[in-house]
């Protein structure tokens, strides 16, 4: 191992590189991923029992000693597939995020023959926030270190794992078809897309009380709403 003493004798040009790079929390993963239909079973457990205690008794409640008990998994077991409660929490972070994209790509598929694009919009919006905020009181660490994390996403710098908004502006095309921009569809789209991730995310990172506004949601859907439906000359 280097001393301490040697690594403040870095050459200067190898201390400018470290400088130039780019440190980013990456969430946990699990250790590997279940095949058989016992070990599926097992970890599904682990992620059922994770949430339970995660959403009553918080994040401070979770450790490896308390998922044990709760879900009857010895803690050899639970580490073959998570390290860490991070590694679980994340597990159970990307599990929920799929259920509240499936729940509102039902809910707009939904909406009575009367709704327009906006309403469909607002239902969007007042999803995703809500979903944001709720995690957000679960495990404050993970929702900030998911932020940025997903921001390297949208920047193209890492791969997508579960992006949801890509699905969301497809069902309000397909839903509103008569209402979206036929001139700059694509450009709009686009827009959108970057809308609807990028806002949410800094509302996360720099103003997370606004999660909690209802006015929040009403002003993104404007927001996106235009981008879909305006028509400039």
Known sequence: MQSEHNMSKSPPRAQA???DVLHVAVPARPRKRPR???SIALVDALKKAG???????GREALSVIRLSEHSGVAVSSIYEYFPTM???TAAVFEDYRTRMRQRLLDDIRALPPGASLFDGVLLAMRSGLAALRQWSLI???LSVKSAYFDELVRLDLVKP??????FVIAA???RFPDEVCLRHREMAGFLAHQAILALPRAIVLERPQYLADADTAILLARTVHALLSANPE
């Open 17 to 19: 590189a470290d400088r």
């Open 36 to 38: 058989q239909a016992r």
């Open 51 to 57: 949430w339970d205690i995660l959403e009553k008794e």
């Open 86 to 88: 991070e590694s679980l």
């Open 139 to 141: 495990d404050p660490d």
């Open 161 to 166: 794992t579960n992006f949801w908004s890509a």
């Open 172 to 174: 309000l095309l397909e």
